[in-house]
């Protein structure tokens, strides 16, 4: 039974697995599209500046150091981690995060690290 269950496996694998990494390719292009075309109609909460690509290689920076002082800090631990900060303004720093429903940014508070949707009442049904 397991013999036939690794066939299965392996015959699976070979047949969606071409498929399945161009897609995501696809999809991650088309996000990281809608991110840019944000950032660069975005206008800084802050100061009032475009956010522009800039405002995106500076989160993406910022992410990468954090990145490498974790495995520095932490050799053998696998992390599970969720990026929040997709754009930094490079004229006063605010952080945002982006929001792919609206395909806008929020502005990230500053006493807890969470976004500004997170001041949404939340009811119970």
Known sequence: MRR???????????VFLPVIIPVVALLDRAYRKQLRAAACAFACLSCGG???????????????????ELREKYPSTRFRLVRHVRAICP????RYAFSERER????????????AADDVPRTLP
């Open 4 to 14: 036939i269950a690794a066939i299965f496996l392996a015959i699976v694998l070979l």
């Open 50 to 68: 475009i956010l522009g690509l800039e405002s995106i290689r500076l989160a993406d920076a910022q992410w990468d150091e954090h990145l490498r």
């Open 91 to 94: 004229a006063c720093g605010v």
């Open 104 to 115: 806008t940014f929020v502005q990230i508070r500053i006493d807890r690290g969470l976004s």
